[in-house]
């Protein structure tokens, strides 16, 4: 090995600060001890690289703190000061702050693309941007609708002044897409130009991007922060796609032809649509390495922290490479069977994504050792597994069994609702009295009157308002003073909360308060009607609901039951899951009754019989056959039926 390539291994092997030692204390002095004439030429070489970056910007993270810093003390003081002048500086301190951010991404853009050098302290210089934009629209100076709907334009000029690419958008938010632009370049500089060291820092720089604006990002940034299925006619955001030129990248910078859409790719052999109008053919070369490194950066992540969507990520960017469906499943299942039942989430994740793919061995594989781990809100991967499962005649009589489990769990959810809420429907009275009121017909005289007074005795003791003291231990995590127990039944606890009430990580308190009983339902409804042999199922869980919970037989009773939980926060899911609940009983008893209908009229009568039954059948003449619903051997199974 030559003595050169080893010095320079050495070299890149230190840190900063010794580098700049050696060349101090090594380097330098040797200019003194060669020849004139090499002297002469390594101090022209230093001259050129001095000229070349005297006119780079400067990059002075501490400066840029501060002075976002002042312009936020700035901001509060003025918001302050608006309660007595009744005027405020809001909207132009704003635009100030935002002004300031903009032309310090465009100097960041310009040492990155044009100069090729500081990429580290460029990465840095992008994360304190994004955390500045963040704490300008955390700012505490009322509300954020100036923050949230300014309108910004922003235009990245090379040195010339010639605009590269511009900006237009509604929401200072959204500069995010303009960091994880001049990212995209950042990287694909640093993969053509940049040292081995340099390039052994891209995963970590990845990784940062990820924790700051999550792992979607890493997709956006190979589209230069817009992903393919983005409304690009959004008011919100506009990108312009017309280019300016420059040939000033470096000593050897030649620009290559570019299709005025902004979608070519000067590389011949690569198959995607990741490039960029103003790259110079070795950046296009070098953006699969880049597309390569986010595409392993994901699947490290996958091999941790499965989801459905990551998969879907994955899937775009691997179709870029050719790899069809079957290579990505080889590649990333063993590894989501492997985590699969680490936790309910990674199961729940491993289900949909085996289901979206027909796996059906590792399906069966799952629910039959560690089905315990599935939680209510997983029915909706749950649901098309089973269906998915079904679809193979070995597994289809324990995908009827799953179906007729979970329907008969979710019923049974929501029967132990309803007790909460009519804790007096279990009295012997009352039942009593509902199998009384059912035996009338809906038309019969005093059934109003009666349904009124019996849902009154039925339902639970409800308080006028929630009590201050249960009120202040709910919204600090304590529990509830004693004697204060149901001083919060009727108040919905989640509308008093002032958070974003569809964040993912609400949903173990969304299943405590608002269960969605009425999709689970509906969901595993359909699976049954899906299946083959699934109605004979469901005809089977329609007989246990009607034998749990009767009043379901008749309609003006389950509608004064939903009218009183309707004036309850806390219950409006019971009275959609009672509707749904509601629905299918009465598709059900549908069913029963066709078989009746098909059945052959019995022998015609004789004329001296015909004359003698003409009167006991007066009350059929309508051909409406009316039978005693609190018979058990008035229909199948003792269910007891109604007439709508």
Known sequence: MAASTKFLQLYESLPPDAQHALVESSLAPLLDVVSKE???????SAARMHKKYAAMPSLNLKAKKLEIASLLDELARDHKRSYVKEKSRKEELLAEVIDSVIDWLNDIWRVIYEYGTNFSKAHACLLYVSQAVEQIGNARVGCKCSFMNMYISVKIRRSSGKVVKSFHFTGAHNLQRVMLWIWRDLFVVML??????????IPDMLDDIRAEFGWNALERLLYGGQKPDDDEDDDDFDFDHDFDYDDDYSEDYTDTDGNPDGTACSDAQCACDFHACHWSSKFNDVHIFLRNLIRTSLISLFATMPSPVLFASISDISDADGTDEDDLCEELLPKLMHIATYSPENFATALHICALHSHTDNINTLLATHSHLLRPRDAPAHQLATIILAAE???????????EKELLDTV???RAAVQSAFCHIDVQANKTELTEIMALRLEALGRRGRIDRWVDAVVSPTTETAHPMALAALMMGLPLPPGMDGAM?????????????????LDDLREDFRPNLKARLEGWIEAGRTIKGGVSVLLKVYAVIIEIMPFLGAPDIVDEMTGRLSEKPSKVFLCDAL????????????????????????????TSQASSQSNNQSSNSGGVTFIAINNSQSCPGG???DVD
């Open 38 to 44: 090499i002297s002469n030429t390594t101090l022209a």
């Open 192 to 201: 053509a130009d940049g040292t081995k060291r340099q390039k052994s820092a």
């Open 393 to 403: 005649p070995p597994y289809r009589l324990n995908a009827l069994r799953i179906v």
């Open 412 to 414: 049974h959810a929501i």
């Open 489 to 505: 039944d009727d108040a919905d606890p989640l509308g008093y909360i002032d958070i974003d009430i569809q964040d993912p990580e």
């Open 579 to 606: 509707d749904a609940l509601w629905d299918f009983c009465r598709q059900q008893r549908r069913k029963f009754a066709k078989p009746k209908s098909k059945q052959k009229p019995p022998p015609t009568p004789n």
């Open 639 to 641: 269910v007891v039926d």
